[in-house]
């Protein structure tokens, strides 16, 4: 079964600061991972996705997270945090080409504060 | 183009009332969910339908069912609300069964006393 921890439920960084929020999974075939943001009283709206190919993904809003086989990771990074991106982050994972289970399954979340 | 729409934005039920939650979706996605989001848990799912014509129960379906009406539209009813099921509901949309990515509604806000 695949599963997905996103360490720290929450982070706080000062604007212009280096954003980074981490999350594990595991996932029994190539996963497809995902990052979605929830901003106070909305839905999830993806940031960015990984499925195949290049492992670096580039995502909306200057979000960045790097897929790693290796430590089986998929850290979400920003270079400069700034006021709008307080918000809570979701990590997720999907069973990816040769599986079948396709449903998404999700991190707890990690709340992101930013500090003037 | 509205996306995924939900219906109502909040809603306040006694133990025991029964409600049904509305969601449509005006991009033609052949999938749709129903989540729950409550403290600490993340989201959950509570049941899909991988096409029209089809549902199934996901991680959660204890205490719902679901309607896939028709390609558009996916209801979640709850027979006798609980306290257990006060909690924010989303619905979302998928283009395809197979690892697409889901397009989220703006959920319900439900409280059950």
Not at chain 1, 16 to 21: E, F, P, Q, S
Not at chain 1, 46 to 66: D, P, R, S
Not at chain 2, 60 to 68: A, D, E, L, T, W
Not at chain 2, 97 to 104: D, I, L, P, R, V
Request: hydrophobic share 30%.
């Amino acid at each position: 079964a695949q599963s997905v921890t996103q360490l720290g439920s929450h982070v706080s960084v000062s604007e212009g600061a280096l954003v980074l929020l981490r999350c594990n999974y595991s996932s029994s075939v190539p996963p497809y991972l995902f990052w979605y943001v929830q901003y106070p009283n909305q839905g999830l709206q993806l940031l960015l996705k990984y499925t195949t190919g290049a492992t670096l993904v580039k995502g909306i809003n200057g979000f960045e997270a790097e897929f790693k086989k290796s430590e089986t990771s998929f850290h979400l990074t920003k270079p400069s945090a700034h006021m709008s991106d307080a918000a809570e982050y979701f990590c997720a994972v999907s069973e990816g080409s040769g599986g079948s289970n396709y449903k998404l399954t999700f991190g707890k979340g990690t709340l992101l504060t930013v500090n003037p | 183009n509205a996306g995924v729409t939900q219906t109502p934005k909040f809603q306040v039920l006694k133990t025991g009332q029964s409600m049904t939650l509305q969601c449509a979706q005006d991009m033609n996605h052949n999938s749709m969910y129903w989540y729950r989001q409550d403290p600490g848990m993340g989201l959950r799912l509570i049941y899909y339908s991988a096409s029209e014509g089809t549902t199934d129960k996901g991680e959660v379906p204890n205490g719902y069912n679901v309607s896939r009406l028709n390609k558009r539209e996916f209801s979640l009813r709850l027979e006798s609300a609980a306290p257990s099921q006060t909690s924010v509901y989303f619905c979302a949309s998928s283009e395809q069964w197979g690892a697409n990515e889901q397009y989220f509604g703006p959920g319900t806000r439900l409280t059950v006393t």
